[in-house]
């Protein structure tokens, strides 16, 4: 790639991510709504360090993180789900 073709290429890469952290950040504050609605306070806590973290520059923690926090979170719903919480 020359070096202004690679320069659109990544500014384009860094406007889809924001857009995709802007979406995650949507669904992680009505995950915030419902679990103050419903009484899961862990899973609020848990939307709101996910929150924090999406917003951080991206490294490799951070990536961790995240995968780590949306796997609790999926195991809290399904744990909801079936009615063990």
């Known amino acids: 790639m020359r070096g202004g073709s690679r320069q659109r290429h990544l500014s384009v890469a860094g406007s ?5 952290r802007r ?6 504050a009505e995950i915030k709504v419902e679990a ?8 609020g806590r ?12 991206p490294s490799p923690q ?16 399904a744990a909801a789900k079936s009615g063990l919480f």
Not at 23 to 28: D, E, F, R, S
Not at 36 to 43: I, P, T, V
């Open 16 to 20: 889809e991510r924001r857009r995709v």
């Open 23 to 28: 979406k995650i950040a949507g669904i992680l």
């Open 36 to 43: 103050a609605k419903s009484g899961r306070q862990e899973m």
């Open 46 to 57: 848990l939307a709101v360090e996910l929150e924090t973290a999406i917003m951080a520059s």
């Open 62 to 77: 951070q990536v961790e993180l995240l995968q780590d926090g949306f796997e609790r979170m999926n195991r809290l719903w």
